[in-house]
């Protein structure tokens, strides 16, 4: 049971900003508040400034570990397989590194915080202080998350079930690369979807049933632009458009809403953004 908890998605680097900024003011105001690591013993001067110096320390501390090092480990940090235990495991990382930036500070001002002996000290703080709000919030938000988005989902699902049997419109769809050379005209119940990444993006459609795909030179801004007459095809991701009438699915989990498409095994993501509109626009035949 506990085991297939820890595996069930979790959003990776929900408002990154706002949990740094929230994060080093506690710390700043913990420092004021509570004065541990030997604190009373300070008699410096500037001992407010000193003390307010934590946060400043636990703000460089996690804009690296949430910012930077997410640049280089690209092949931990992905969206789709990030999990309960890999958000527990780095924040338990998170917890380590500010206790570890907050000894370094203090081990330069305190002649007390010195050696290992200090060093173990300031991580039992910083771990007793963050352990128990991590685990307690980290399952509060994905239980959160997860109800609110099967609710969703199933709301969709229902309104689907509607739709079921709709004369869908067969409308040609045209799609042309930035230089107007290469290009696609496909039946719009041909057409399944369009990814993008960068300045390509890849259409997916079905030629005598059998799913097909193109690769072309232009970006998906532009490619709204061409398909803004095609009221059946929607942007339910800033990388994703799909042929609402494709859709035959909507699956939720604490990550978000994932399509299912017929005549494709991809399911796609839908962004937080576009989920209300998502679901205004699914109903509409």
Not at 15 to 24: D, G, L, P, V
């Amino acid at each position: 049971m506990l085991k297939e908890y820890l595996q069930q998605p979790y959003p990776l680097f929900e408002n990154r900003w706002r949990i740094t900024i929230s994060i080093s003011l506690f710390i700043a105001l913990f420092m004021l508040v509570f004065q541990p690591f030997g604190m009373l013993n300070y008699t410096g001067e500037h001992k407010l400034l000193f003390e307010s110096g934590y946060g400043v320390v636990t703000l460089i501390v996690l804009i690296i570990d949430l910012f930077v090092f997410p640049l280089f480990l690209d092949e931990w940090f992905i969206p789709q397989k990030w999990t309960v235990l890999k958000q527990m495991i780095w924040q338990l990382w998170i917890l380590f590194s500010i206790g570890f930036g907050n000894f370094i500070y203090s081990s330069i001002f305190l002649r007390f915080a010195h050696g290992f002996q200090a060093f173990l000290m300031f991580q039992f703080y910083t771990l007793v202080v963050g352990i128990l709000p991590i685990l307690i919030l980290t399952i509060l938000h994905q239980n959160a998350l997860l109800s609110e988005n099967l609710k969703l989902a199933n709301e969709m699902n229902r309104d689907l079930t509607g739709l079921n049997g709709l004369h869908v419109p067969n409308e040609k769809v045209r799609i042309s690369a930035e230089n107007n050379k290469e290009k696609i005209e496909i039946n719009q119940s041909d057409f399944i979807y369009i990814g993008s990444t960068g300045n390509y993006i890849q259409v997916f459609y079905l030629v005598k049933n059998e799913l097909k795909s193109i690769l072309l030179r232009n970006t998906l801004k532009q490619i709204e632009e061409q398909l803004k007459d095609c009221p059946s095809i929607i942007k339910c991701h800033r990388a994703f458009l799909v042929n609402k009438d494709k859709i035959i699915r909507v699956k939720g989990n604490s990550q978000g809403l994932r399509i299912v498409l017929k005549d494709t095994p991809e399911e796609i993501p839908v962004s937080r953004n576009y989920s209300r509109s998502l679901k205004e626009i699914i109903p509409v035949g």
